[in-house]
């Protein structure tokens, strides 16, 4: 009877775990970002490269977790794509995140995704145990070019007569814009004998790769 009951003792203390036991091997991880703002310089001088950082945090007392990580930024190239970070207890893990675009890539801000899930709990494959999720912002920077075209750049015009040349004002960046228009040399001209005037001294708001006509008229 000495023999069972402490056989009987025995097994309640093999199978009895304490319910703060059972929660300090659940593990619970967190993201945190760095900068939340990733600027990219994509005009034809610039690098159209820029980086981040995200911060794994486990949370568990007693668990090492094996963590997936997946980062997604829609039009933009990001690596790494996915990563894998083993976490120890109570311990956090940073990854580098770069993100490139294409130069004069069009002006505009996209939201980055970035989701991470655990897959190993102490060396054991585990699925549905936490995730966790968090985001950044992408922005390609706007930049200003123009180039000016004129179909007939140059003529000959007799004295007293009025000629209009037509300029095209392109737009030759990544963002609508309007333009000043200036003839810088008009005071030497009008000194010898030349009036000059244009039809507008701004352009409209125009789209990159489109163009505003004005009107230069000489006499």
């Known amino acids: 009877a000495i023999f069972m009951i402490t056989l009987l003792l025995s097994s309640m203390l093999t199978l009895y775990v304490p319910q703060e036991a059972e929660a300090q091997v659940v593990p619970d991880i967190d993201l945190t970002m760095g900068e939340a703002y990733v600027t990219l310089d994509v005009s034809p001088r610039g690098t ?104 007939k750049p140059f003529q000959k015009v007799s004295p007293g007569k009025e000629y209009p040349f037509k300029i095209k004002v392109v737009n030759n960046g990544n963002a609508a814009d309007t333009f000043a228009i200036e003839i810088i040399n008009k005071d030497k001209l009008q000194d010898k004998g030349y009036s000059i005037s244009l039809s507008s001294t701004t352009t409209k708001d125009t789209d990159p790769q489109a163009y505003d006509l004005n009107t230069v008229k000489i006499q």
Do not use: C, H, M
């Open 48 to 151: 159209g490269l820029g980086s981040t950082t995200v911060t794994v945090f486990n949370s568990a007392v007693d668990a090492t977790v094996k963590v997936q990580i997946t980062i997604e930024v829609a039009g933009f190239a990001v690596s790494p794509q996915f990563a894998t970070v083993s976490v120890p207890p109570q311990d956090s893990k940073t990854i580098s995140i770069a993100v490139a675009a294409i130069l004069r890539t069009p002006y505009r801000q996209v939201g980055g995704n970035v989701f991470a899930e655990v897959t190993q709990v102490n060396g054991v494959p585990a699925s549905g145990v936490s995730n966790a999720q968090t985001g950044f912002f992408v922005l390609s920077e706007p930049y200003g070019k123009v180039i000016l075209q004129s179909d």
